[in-house]
């Protein structure tokens, strides 16, 4: 009953956007810490982004470009990428914890994000 669902990932050009979502039920989102992890082909997951009460953290690699947000009032965070480049494909997971970075909770099936020409 407890689940987050994410969505918005697709195919973009590289300098294109798109918006990711994680969409919680079951509990309120704006209690915990959210983090988006992502995972491409033969490599291991990395932390991306992640979003508490008080900060927002990106990875040196995405920084300037992406950004993290709540929107409380329907229980979502999301992820506003920018100037996307090749490296950024890959699949695209959120999950939630006390405090940033969460680690060690279960994946769901995450949104595929590919850039590419």
């Known amino acids: 009953q407890v689940q987050l669902v994410e969505s918005g990932g697709g195919l973009v050009q590289p300098g294109g956007s798109l918006r990711l979502s994680c969409a919680a039920s079951?509990?309120?989102?704006?209690?915990?810490?959210v983090a988006w992890f992502r995972q491409a082909p033969g490599k291991e997951r990395e932390a991306v982004s992640c979003i508490s009460s008080s900060s927002t953290s990106y990875a040196d690699s995405v920084k300037g470009r992406f950004t993290i947000s709540r929107d409380n009032a329907k229980n979502t965070v999301y992820l506003q990428m920018e100037s996307l480049k090749p490296e950024d494909t890959a699949v695209y997971y959120c999950t939630t914890g006390v405090v940033c970075w969460p680690s060690g909770g279960s994946w769901g099936q995450g949104t595929q994000v590919t850039v590419s020409s």
């Open positions: 079951g509990f309120r989102l704006n209690y915990y810490a």
